[in-house]
């Protein structure tokens, strides 16, 4: 098959990424994940011999699947429905062990992988997710940060790629031809460590909300001297006067604010299932009534319906204080994690031009979203475990994360709820970005 080569830009730690395999605390390959199987492997797997029980095994689960356009086969499920029968009993790939990753599908070999692709075919980015707990252990050993490096790589024609900035983006939204002038700045904001990275977050939406005037007004032409502007002010520090009088929401206000945000969003469910919504729950004394009714999808948003009811207990705001005060020691430290996390999924995920999350503010308010719904787990682990280190940090950051990153169902209904939460500008939605006031009690 022909191949094209391009110029691909990566995090520099990108190829020291390796599974944990049995070290995970959450496998994969046990997420009842639908695992497509591209043609080659398929006709490979089906011509296969030796090793007999394995031949025998490969005819058994993996089938033809004629029910999406981007699979040949898939891999079937038994037992728990959850688990990929090629898993062994110490949580290693079979498939993997006897016959090489090469021969792994495009599905299995990618994750946590994402590949993006530019419109001349010429420049492509790779990236790691931030789900995956090898990932995150690779963020707390970049202390001083996510460096990027380019190289040359050779790619076959017909290689799906996870997303991009194609020819039908540039034709609707001229601004998007600037997408890695203000990618690149959203990672110098986000890396700018002379602000907190909530000071950061809203520097970034100065930005944000700046560039989508300039688009809904149809001034292209401007978009570089904004984005210089904006740069060149943070290095001469003179956004910092402007960012101490940022207002402080009263802390049983902030809280109020995560508790409807908990009672709405769609998200809850995959944190329930892994149980972090209960110990969220108990540390900070929300008392729940959760029905989910599985099954009954809304049609665009495929948001489950749930009757979800959060509300504050007698001891809510206590247990919120202590939350916050560990989180902010532990971010004493380890702000950097954040950080990573931060740039990553600002450059994996294409922001602020992720097409189905809607306009440039809208990506931004995402974005916000996600990171207060990471740090509201964090300082909700934080008010009840004292043991809670590194090892937490990471197990629970990557199971959030897979609720959060891998779902584009969760966006949308993040967005709409900023918006009708009247969190629609970037005064109101810095009150919910900062820590609140925590002498306010
Ligand atoms: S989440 Fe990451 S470390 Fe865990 S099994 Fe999957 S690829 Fe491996």
Redesign the pocket.
């Known amino acids: 098959m022909e191949k094209f080569q391009v110029t691909i830009l990566k995090p520099d730690f990108y190829d020291r990424f ?4 049995g ?7 046990t997420e009842g994940w639908k695992i497509f199987i591209d043609k080659k492997t398929y006709k490979y797997y089906h011509n296969l011999h030796q090793p007999k029980e394995l031949a025998v095994r490969l005819k058994k689960y993996i089938t033809r699947y004629k029910d999406d356009p981007r699979a040949w086969g898939i891999i079937k499920y038994d037992n728990d429905g959850k688990t990929c029968p090629f898993q062994n009993e110490e ?1 290693w790939c079979e498939l993997q062990l006897s016959l090489g990753e090469k021969y792994l599908s495009n599905t299995c070999r990618e ?2 992988r994402t590949k993006n692709l530019f419109v001349d075919d010429k420049t492509a980015q790779y990236s790691l997710s931030s ?5 995150l252990r690779l963020f707390l050993e970049e202390k001083e940060g996510i460096g990027f490096i380019e190289e040359k790589d050779e790619i076959m024609r017909g290689t799906v790629f996870s997303g991009g900035i194609d020819q039908g983006i540039l034709t609707r939204r001229p601004i998007a031809a600037h997408w890695q002038t203000i990618q690149y700045a959203g990672i110098d904001i986000l890396q700018n460590r002379q602000y907190t990275i909530e000071e950061r977050l809203i520097i970034l939406g100065l930005l944000c909300q700046k560039l989508q005037v300039l688009e809904d007004n149809n001034r292209i032409d401007e978009v570089n001297w904004a984005v210089k502007g904006l740069i060149n002010a943070l290095k001469q520090n003179n956004e910092q006067e402007l960012l101490t009088v940022l207002p402080k929401a009263k802390l049983e206000s902030h809280l109020l604010f995560y508790e409807k945000l908990f009672s709405n969003v769609a998200l809850i469910i995959t944190l329930k299932e892994k149980g972090i919504l209960k110990t969220l729950a108990t540390n900070i004394d929300w008392q729940t009534d959760w029905t989910f009714q599985q099954g009954k999808k809304e049609k665009s948003s495929a948001q489950w319906e749930i009757n979800n009811q959060i509300t504050n207990g007698e001891n809510s705001c206590q247990r919120y204080q202590k939350g916050c005060l560990r989180y902010q020691e532990m971010m004493a430290e380890k702000e950097y994690f954040i950080e990573n996390l931060l740039v990553m999924e600002w450059f994996r995920q294409l922001l602020p031009f992720e097409k189905e999350t809607g306009n440039i503010w809208h990506n931004y308010q995402w974005f916000c979203g996600l990171f207060m719904i990471i740090r509201l787990i964090l300082i909700g682990m934080l008010a009840g475990d004292e043991s809670f280190g590194e090892k937490e940090l990471v197990r629970v950051t ?1 199971a959030s994360m897979r609720s959060l990153g891998h779902n584009k169902n969760v966006t949308l209904p993040v967005v709409a709820f900023l918006n009708d939460a009247g969190m629609d500008t970037l005064a109101q939605l810095t009150t919910a970005i900062n820590m609140p006031d925590l002498a306010s009690l």
């Open positions: 390796h599974c944990l395999g070290l995970c605390h959450d496998n994969c390959c949580s994750y946590p789900s995956c707990e090898a990932v990557a």
